[in-house]
Structure formats: structure tokens, C-alpha cells
């Protein structure tokens, strides 16, 4: 006889033989964060529903893609342009029904994902593609104080690293590569590569047009500080002034309008822009000059571009030459040197078997898909989208930048791409390989096995090698870097409501030493406060210390960095939370740095000024401005900032001075 009750028994024998009962009856309660759910994501979520995890949040902000189909398995055709978290929660709830399990189709730096709700889970497995939000998971697991197992593939290549606060590494201990960068005037102005090309539609044309409206001259000022040309910056500072027309015509075209700013847009990049480039004679001495391009000639098939006008020996976009054809092909080291740079003739595409995405573009397919792929991103602006920016997986903003790199390159005589090529170079992938995302999913469940039973030296660092000899190699953990800016700090919570709260009230009652306040602290200081990069206070500058924490734009989930000025203490990394109790139950006491003696120094000459009487500042009734919150806690040194009249302060010279204000300090 078949029961529920043995089908049970039987799926879950080997994990019970190999976990033994102990973890194993662990497994049921436990609660766990499975960030990610691509490649990597879809292994593990299959590993851990299998080995019996109880209670799994899934949390992924993507949709599906016909190109997730090879390799993540939970998902099928008929799923494609839906939430990754939810299709692959209900495919894998089938394969063990004692789980349960949450999907979120979400952002994971979103504010209601705060410390709080990073704390109520027993561990966190990371299975994320993008550096920005492994270092929110990181540090978010460091504030929560939860274990986290943090993996990465990249080809054949892949690694584990299972993070404990004060014990392991964190994922920042080790600096990260930095992106390769590329001259701002190679990528504006001279293009010599398709990379070129790609960067320049990607990071510089798409945020100009559908990003945020900010000032761009602050690049263009850096770069005139390298040394790059300035009569170069000149023209390109008048280029990015033009935009802002663009940018309005893009929001405020209707249904009817989309087609013509499409046009302006083009106009404006590949024809206006390059007609001014070409009026700096200095600039094309030494390398072939652009070719403007022309938006009717090209639909109507009869633009050209002659071969004088490829700077790397491409042939003319449309298959033409001044040349002979045996002489152009000769020229260019190719027997293909009469077809497009870009793939075809004017008006075909290439013919070649392969992928839609795989297939070269002809100049008018490049061009159509750029008037069709800024209508539909002009139409997601109208319909309430802020900004939109690239992301490989979105098709209007993968057409836009595939379109425009290749008409740049074509302007350039630089050979183009295929819509296919471009994904992968401006996603910066590494072509994934389903049985690496196998392997690491199954190393992230041993060490998080580890984690949960304590077997603290256990832990290790595991990378999956190309070598045959040694696919697999594990290191000891090391200690956390004592110059890590995120797992070396001390990290405490405070739940507030920011619409109500001030500056001043969080800093002083996270610092302590006032009347009424808790255990703890280091009492008062000069300190200052930033969040993420931002200053908000320090010693020179208070004035946001009265401003509530909403109206400066730190919310529930965000951190407040409080510095002590005097070098002293440690960093205090302040998590902001849901309202519950605005301070922390114990005040948190950072490490004392170790300082160095200091050198004898001598006495400094003695001050032939007469020090001012006690009795020199007069209080009159009572000030108009109200307490400041922060007085107690935060210090701001009298040497350091003059009071002045728009603080509510007047400094007299002479004593018989008088004024109708409350506050008299007297020199």
C-alpha cells in the first residue's frame, strides 16, 4: 500500500542519511534568503527544496528571456516575459510539497527590504549577476548580523564564499576590479573600435535621452583637466547644451509625435553633431574624418559613403566604391570588401543561416531600428516612466543601443555587430555554462550546511577552476581586512519614522552621553554624517542636522555613516528601519583605534588678548528658535565656523551696541 506519508519518507531518506538527524530536523524551521534566480539561482533553488529547507524566500527583479531558456531549466517558452521569481517558485514547489515558498518579484535594495527584514531569516545565499547588489546583500548581512554564502560564475569559471561578520572576509574585503574605462574624446568624438561605439550608445546617448537630466559637464570638465583636447571639449560642450531640446521633444510627443522626434533624435546624433566634428580641421590631420549620415537618403537606398571616408579599411555601407571592385577588395585585404560593413547591401540583410539576433544588420535595418526602438522608449516616458536605462535583458533599450552603436559605426567606417554581439558586449557577458552554475549551486548548500551547524572551521573558500588536474580548489577562510570599509565598522538599528525625525535627533541618541539617554555610546563629539557618498554634517556645517531624515532622502533601508572627526573611535554605520523605537536598545561603543604617540610639542606663545568674562554674554528672555536636538551629542568647534546672522546670532563690536533680538553675544 502507497501512502503520502511513505512517498514523504522516501524522497527525504538520502538527505536525512547524509545531513544526519539533527541538522536535518533543523531544516524544516529554518528560514532562508535566496537572492537570484538565473542560472546559478535555478540550480540552488532546486538544490535546497530537495534537502528540505522549510521556508524559502525567493527574491529576483527579472522577467524571463528566451535566451534563459539553455541553461534555467525551472522555466519553458510559454514563460517568457514573466517574473523569474514567481514561474520558478511554482515549478520547483512541485518537486518537494512539504516547502513553502515566498517569490518576490522585486529589487532587493527596495526600502521595505531593510536590516529588519534581513534579520528574520537564518541565512542568506546570494545568486546575483550584478556587483552593485552583491554589495548591498553583503553589507545589509553584515548590519542583520545573518550569515550569507555569496557565489559568482563566469564561464568555466566560478567561486563560493561563505561570509560570517567577525570572523570571515566579507565580500568588499578584497577590492573588486575596476571596469575598463575609455577617454571621454575617444568615445564622443574619435571612435576607432565597435566597443567604442557600443560604450558611447550605451553609457553616454541612452542616459542623455531617457536618463536622469543631469549636468553633463562635470565629465567634460574632468577630461579637460587630463589634458584632452580643448577646442575637442569645446564643441562637445555646445553638443550636450543641444540635448535638452531633445530630451523635452522625446516626453512631450504623443502617439503621432514619437516617429518625428525619432527623426530629430537621428538628425541631431549622426548628422548635426558630425557636421560640427568635421569643422575642427586639426582633428582629422591624421585619421580619416566621419561621414554624416542622411536620414531619407538612407530609406530611399541611395546614400553612399565612399571608401576615403573608412578610417580602418572598411568598405562603403552600402557595397559601393570609387574603386574598381577587384581594386576596393584588394585595398581592404578582403574578398568581401563589396559588401557592407554593417552586414549587406542598402537594402538587404545578410542571408546567412543562424539566429535572428546572430544575423548582420543592413544600413536601412539599422536605421528603422532605431527609429522604431526610440518610439517605443519615447512611449514608456509618456506613459509615467521617469528614466529608463539599459539593461540587457530589456528589448527596447537593447535595440536602441544596438541600432545607434552600428549607425555610429557606420558614420565611422568601423565594422558593426549583430544584435546578438552587442548584448554580450555591452552586458559585459561571459557566455554561462550550465553545468559551472551546477557545480557552485551545490557548493553553496555544503557551506551553508556549515554555517548552520557552526562548523565554523569547516568554512572554506571554493573556486571551480579550468584545470583539468585541479578543477576544484579550497582555501581557509581568512580573517575580515582591518582596512574594510563595511565589515570593520560598527553597525547598529534604529527604527524611525523619517518624515518626523531629525538629523540631529538620530546622531545625538545614537551617540549618546545626554540627559535621559541609554547605555553605551561615546558620548559627545565631532563627528560627521554622511549617507553613501553624500555629507549631510560635520564640524563646519549643521544646518541639515534639524532637517528630518526624510526631507534629505535618507528613508527606511538607506544607512547613516556617523565619522568621528578626532579619529578616536571606529565608523558607525546606522541602519534605518521601520518605526518601532527610535533607538537602539544598547548604544553602540565602536573600537578605539590605535594611535600612535604623538611628538612632544612645544608651548604655544601666550595670547597677549584679554580672554572675555563669563559675564560678556547676556541672555535676553528667551530665543525664538527652538532647542537644537543635537547640542548634547554632536560638537562643533568654536574655531572651526562663525555664527552669522541667519543663525539667529549677531556678534557686536562694542558693548553699548543694542538690538531688538532675543540672543546677544558680545566680542
Not at 492 to 505: I, S
Not at 514 to 522: D, F, N, T
Amino acid at each position: 500500500m502507497t501512502s503520502t506519508t511513505r512517498t514523504t519518507d522516501g524522497r527525504d531518506v538520502h538527505a536525512r542519511a547524509i545531513l544526519g538527524p539533527e541538522l536535518y530536523s533543523r531544516l524544516p524551521q529554518t528560514k532562508l534568503l535566496l537572492v537570484g534566480a538565473g542560472g546559478i539561482g535555478c540550480e540552488l533553488l532546486k538544490n535546497i527544496v530537495l534537502t528540505g529547507f522549510g521556508h524559502i524566500t525567493l527574491l529576483d527583479l527579472d522577467t524571463i528571456d528566451l535566451s534563459n531558456l539553455n541553461r534555467q531549466f525551472l522555466f519553458k517558452k510559454k514563460d517568457v516575459k514573466q517574473s523569474k521569481a514567481l514561474i520558478a517558485a511554482r515549478t520547483a514547489s512541485a518537486f518537494n510539497p512539504n516547502v513553502h515558498i515566498t517569490p518576490i518579484h522585486g529589487n532587493i535594495k527596495e526600502p521595505q527590504f531593510d536590516v529588519t527584514w534581513f534579520a528574520g531569516f537564518d541565512i542568506v545565499l546570494n545568486a546575483l549577476d550584478n556587483l552593485d547588489a552583491r554589495r548591498h546583500v553583503n553589507k545589509m548581512c553584515m548590519a542583520a548580523n545573518v550569515p550569507l554564502v555569496e557565489s559568482g560564475t563566469a564561464g568555466y569559471l566560478g567561486q563560493v564564499q561563505p561570509i560570517l561578520k567577525d570572523r570571515t572576509e566579507c565580500f568588499d574585503c578584497v577590492p573588486k576590479p575596476t571596469p575598463k574605462t575609455f577617454p571621454v574624446c575617444t568615445i564622443r568624438s574619435t571612435p576607432s573600435q565597435p566597443i567604442h561605439c557600443i560604450v558611447w550608445a550605451k553609457s553616454y546617448l541612452m542616459p542623455q535621452l531617457f536618463g536622469e537630466d543631469e549636468d553633463s559637464m562635470g565629465e567634460l570638465d574632468e577630461a579637460e583637466k587630463q589634458g584632452e583636447n580643448a577646442q575637442e571639449i569645446a564643441t562637445l560642450r555646445k553638443e550636450a547644451s543641444a540635448f535638452k531640446t531633445v530630451r523635452t521633444a522625446l516626453r512631450d510627443a504623443g502617439a503621432q509625435g514619437q516617429a518625428s522626434a525619432a527623426r530629430t533624435v537621428f538628425e541631431k546624433v549622426f548628422h548635426s553633431d558630425i557636421v560640427n566634428l568635421l569643422s575642427m580641421g586639426d582633428m582629422w590631420r591624421s585619421r580619416a574624418p566621419p561621414t554624416p549620415l542622411d536620414f531619407d537618403a538612407i530609406r530611399d537606398g541611395t546614400f553612399t559613403i565612399t571608401r576615403d571616408a573608412q578610417p580602418n579599411g572598411a568598405p562603403a555601407a552600402n557595397g559601393s566604391s570609387a574603386d574598381p571592385p577587384d581594386e576596393a577588395a584588394k585595398a581592404n585585404g578582403s574578398a568581401g570588401a563589396e559588401k557592407m560593413l554593417n552586414g549587406s547591401a542598402n537594402g538587404e540583410s545578410s542571408s546567412s543561416a543562424g539566429l535572428k539576433d546572430q544575423r548582420a544588420l543592413s544600413l536601412q535595418d539599422n536605421l528603422e531600428l532605431f527609429v522604431s526602438s526610440t518610439e517605443r522608449l519615447a512611449a514608456r516616458l509618456c506613459a509615467g516612466e521617469d528614466t529608463i536605462s539599459f539593461d540587457k535583458d530589456d528589448d527596447d533599450t537593447l535595440d536602441f543601443v544596438t541600432a545607434a552603436s552600428n549607425l555610429r559605426s557606420i558614420a565611422y567606417g568601423i565594422p558593426g555587430k549583430s544584435r546578438w554581439e552587442v548584448k554580450e558586449m555591452a552586458g559585459n557577458i561571459i557566455p554561462a555554462i550550465a553545468t559551472t552554475n551546477a557545480i557552485i549551486a551545490g557548493l553553496i548548500v555544503l557551506q551553508a550546511f556549515h554555517l548552520l551547524r557552526k562548523s565554523y572551521s569547516a568554512l572554506r573558500n571554493v573556486h571551480v577552476q579550468f584545470k583539468p588536474s585541479m578543477p576544484l580548489s579550497s582555501i581557509n577562510m581568512s580573517t575580515p581586512s582591518p582596512a574594510c570599509g563595511v565589515c570593520k565598522d560598527t553597525y547598529t538599528t534604529v527604527r524611525v519614522d523619517p518624515a518626523r525625525v531629525t538629523l540631529g535627533d538620530v546622531v545625538c541618541g545614537v551617540l549618546g552621553g545626554g540627559p535621559g539617554s541609554a547605555e553605551g555610546g561615546i558620548g559627545r563629539r565631532e563627528v560627521s554624517v554622511y549617507e553613501d557618498k553624500r555629507v549631510l554634517a560635520d564640524p563646519d556645517w549643521d544646518e541639515n542636522c534639524e532637517k528630518t531624515l526624510e526631507s534629505l532622502g535618507v528613508t527606511r533601508g538607506k544607512f547613516l555613516t556617523i565619522v568621528d572627526e578626532e579619529e578616536e573611535y571606529g565608523t558607525i554605520q546606522v541602519a534605518i528601519a521601520a518605526p518601532a523605537s527610535w533607538l537602539p536598545d544598547t548604544l553602540p561603543v565602536p573600537l578605539k583605534k590605535k594611535r600612535a604617540a604623538p611628538p612632544p610639542s612645544t608651548p604655544p606663545p601666550s595670547s597677549l588678548k584679554r580672554p572675555a568674562p563669563d559675564d560678556d554674554v547676556l541672555e535676553v528672555g528667551s530665543s525664538s528658535k527652538r532647542p537644537r536636538a543635537n547640542d548634547a551629542a554632536i560638537q562643533f568647534s568654536p574655531n572651526k565656523k562663525r555664527r552669522l546672522d541667519e543663525d539667529g546670532l549677531i556678534l557686536l563690536e562694542k558693548q553699548d551696541e543694542s538690538l531688538e533680538d532675543d540672543v546677544i553675544v558680545l566680542d
